[in-house]
């Protein structure tokens, strides 16, 4: 909303198409904190494993710095964050008008993430009564 209203900077692409591939990127973000929460033993140890996957998430992504001027083996690493697909959704659809044929590979991107985190996630959660 403050991009359309405050930045004029409007949408050319499909909103629902935003909304839908949004959708798959929150599973996909959601299924990291089920990840992390398996994993760790405190509330401390949970908030500080998502911090250190937070900020390389953001620095890799592409959002602040271009992903072709990286190292070879750190640009080889931003295939693994689920970030760097939604980043380039998100350019694709809004400043491009991009259709889903154009933003496949980075839809496929996101679902492999997706598929492989929640995986992860779900082989490492057990119910337990304390």
């Known amino acids: 909303m403050l ?7 409007q949408i050319t692409g499909s ?5 839908a591939l949004s ?9 990291l904190g089920l990840l992390i929460s398996t994993v760790a033993t405190t509330q401390l140890g949970a908030m500080q494993m998502a911090f250190i996957i937070m900020l390389p998430s953001v620095l890799l992504s592409g959002f602040m ?12 690493a931003t295939f693994a ?3 760097t697909y939604y980043i380039e959704i998100l350019r694709g659809i809004i400043l491009r008008g991009a259709d889903f044929a ?4 980075s839809v496929m991107g996101l679902a492999c993430c997706c598929l492989v985190i929640l995986s992860l996630s779900l ?7 304390d």
């Not at 909103?15 to 909304?19: A, E, I, M, N, Q």
């Not at 959708?23 to 299924?31: D, K």
């Not at 082989?123 to 009564?129: E, I, S, T, V, Y």
């Open 81 to 83: 964050l689920p970030a």
């Open 15 to 19: 909103l629902l198409l935003l909304f």
């Open 3 to 9: 991009m359309v209203v405050v930045f004029k900077v």
């Open 102 to 105: 154009d933003l496949l590979p």
């Open 23 to 31: 959708g798959l990127f929150i599973v996909t973000v959601l299924g």
């Open 65 to 76: 710095f271009p992903r072709s001027e990286m190292p070879t083996i750190i640009y080889l």
């Open 123 to 129: 082989a490492r959660f057990r119910k337990q009564l």
